[in-house]
């Protein structure tokens, strides 16, 4: 036995899934921690755990000597990366090897090899193995566009040095090569330490497919079948299953043979996944890159074939053969994960950071997450908070339960792509199991078909609560006729440009706990020059009868649920009141946010004459391209921010000029920090002449 003592190099969900298959196996578990995870879960899961350093991935997660320092401390004889942060880098590998310790995965020269994808698609042409046409060593924006003018637009860019869909961006326009190049070369960079750049076709209406492998130190090179990820944005999966409803029986031999092959040709061992292109005729294929470590989404294979990858792992490190055969690897039912994660599609997919107040997940299912209510969700690591695998015989099956698991997820006080993903999974095209790569990247999420609207029941409940009627305690009558007439103003912020407030009004409620209840869409009185108030009609609404209305709270009063029947319809929400005094409800997959306001409440100035451009989330500061003084166009970037590895541009929202720039290179911002302040145009003007 190698090893009898593993550190993970890893944090939250990913760690603890290692932890646990580890136990079983008798391994003792050893734990790191950043400040920023200091009461982790997976720090307590472990027999020991090591502080190595602040929140940032690179002063903790990334740093390698403070790992090895870390398994000098503890014991541990053996690494495993997981996935992300070192878990693809050659170095790390080798320095684990050269400190006398046993690395979970290929060996270094493995991972330098295939870890650029510029050297990896060499090396699979020569082992005979499709790839995409295209070009890499290109450095200038003239060799960027001479190569794109030989492989023919459209065209997509790629960081070669790293994966997870960072530094790639898609080119139809050649008038926008030069500056997406920058933003790859940049966000390259940031993510990877090195900016190189390979250009490739792009390849339209493809499906995204890869074939899990599993190799020991013998040689045997076994494949388990693929994945389908192709439900995507910005090239970062969201959903993935096995077996994929594009690939046949004669494909899936096909592509496993060549994977088995490509391992072989490498002398690669341990688990690690070859991604492929799928043409629209689902007989072509090419070679994208490999993930020479375990995948986010292993868990769809465990399902499907009943093996665990991490017990694999551990034994192929340990030196020992696998003790079964291509020919037993069965595939059987169908099974789907879902990555959950803190941001908002209905925002651009903007990254949420905060304290989970409510967090809860569904039972029947898989759910791997290292959440517990209370969590804080930092800007120092990956947006993604849990993943959700569903496994049933067929496909139809498996989309329902997983859907229904999305309804019976709790997440409140972080907005999350909970609603995105059900709606997903219920769109016709992913039924029919024709989702390509582009499909969501083309979806219209303000239509109806991905519609985000707050329910009759998610109104009610707010009303309910924010007027305190919903708060009482089980024994108490919920309703009587002592809240006839009691109204209150409420807005719904689930956004920041939400203004539409409502007035609700108990119009009766009787002993027997029942109450009308009428929520009306308006404007509150607001204040004349005379003093004198005036009142926008409001939208005359029916009211609705509420009845059978239970409440629970939690110990700290800040979060519970609500039941009641709408006009006969009986349905249960959940809520948080966080320490804004905001109010989040959930019904079914969806979260809404909403705040009571004053009869006065204007809802803010929209004159969008001038004012301050804020950091909508903490984030780090890559990029500042403007000083103050200076005269800017609608549109025209002004500086970029990184958070949870997104980079977001801010735009300027008018044209006019910049003032009071409040920020520097690498300075961390706080959410609402103010970064610059523009002076519309006219406004300048006026300014100047005068």
Known sequence: MRFDTLLIANRG???????????????????????????????????MAVHIGASSADQSYRNMAAIIDACKRSGAQAVHPGYGFLSENADFA??????????VGPTARVISLMGHKAQAKITMQAAGVPTVPGEQGCTTVAQIQAAAQKIGFPVILKAAAGGGGRGMRVVRDPAELPEMFRQAQSEAASAFGSDDIIIERAIEQGR???????????????????????????????IEEAPSPAVSDALRQRMGEVARKACSAIGYTGVGTLEFLLDADKEHFYFMEMNTRLQVEHGVTELVTGLDL???????????????????????????????????????????????????????????????????????????????????????????????????????????????????????????????????????????????????HTHASAALLLSGIGLA?????????????????????????????????????????????????????????????????????QPWHISNLHSSTDASGHSGSLSFALDGIWRT??????????????????????????????????????????????????????????????????VVLESMKMEMPMLAPFAGRVEQLNIAMGEQLNAGQVILEVVAQDTASKEQSS
């Open 473 to 541: 305690k089980p024994s108490t009558k919920l309703a009587s006729d002592r809240h006839d007439g009691r109204s209150l103003w409420m807005r719904d912020a689930t956004s920041a440009s939400a203004t539409t407030l409502h007035e609700c009004t108990v119009l009766h409620g009787d002993a027997a706990g029942s109450l009308l209840l009428q929520c009306r869409a308006g404007s509150p009185p607001a204040r004349s020059k005379s003093k004198e108030r005036t009142q926008a009609e409001p939208t005359v609404a």
């Open 208 to 238: 995204h497919i890869e074939v899990q492998v599993l190799c020991d130190e013998q040689g045997t090179c076994l494949h388990l079948g693929e994945r389908d990820c192709s439900t995507q944005r910005r090239f970062q999966k969201l």
């Open 573 to 638: 929400t959940h809520w948080y009141r966080d320490a804004d005094e905001q109010l989040w409800i959930q019904d079914r997959a969806d979260s809404f946010v909403f705040e009571r306001v004053t009869r006065f409440d204007s809802g803010g100035d929209a004159s969008g004459k001038g004012g301050q451009l804020k950091a909508p989330m903490s984030a780090r500061v890559i990029a500042v391209f403007v000083k103050e003084g200076q005269q800017v166009a609608k549109g025209e970037p002004l």
């Open 310 to 456: 991490v017990e694999q792992q551990l034994r192929v490190a340990q030196g020992l053969p696998l003790t079964f055969g291509q020919q037993d690897v069965q595939m059987r039912g169908h099974a789907i994960e879902v990555r959950v994660c803190a941001e908002d599609p209905w925002q651009g997919y903007l990254p949420q950071v905060g304290m989970l107040g409510d967090w809860q997940l569904p039972d029947g299912i898989r759910a791997d997450s290292a959440l517990q209510s209370g969590s804080v969700i930092s800007p120092f690591y990956d947006s993604m908070i849990a993943k959700l695998l569903a496994h049933a015989d067929t496909r139809d099956a498996c989309a329902n339960k997983l859907r229904l698991a999305c309804e019976e997820t709790t997440a409140l006080g972080v907005r999350t792509n909970l609603g995105l993903l059900q709606r997903c999974l219920a769109h016709p095209r992913f039924l029919a199991g024709e989702v390509t790569t582009d499909f969501l990247g083309k979806q219209d999420l303000k239509s109806a078909e991905w519609q985000h609207e707050p329910s009759h």
């Open 13 to 47: 969900e990913i760690a603890l899934r290692v932890i646990r298959t580890a136990r079983r196996m008798g391994i003792r578990t050893v734990a790191v921690y950043s400040d920023a995870d200091a009461d982790s879960p997976h720090v307590r899961a472990a027999h």
């Open 94 to 103: 080798q320095a684990v090897v050269d400190a006398g310790l046993v690395f």
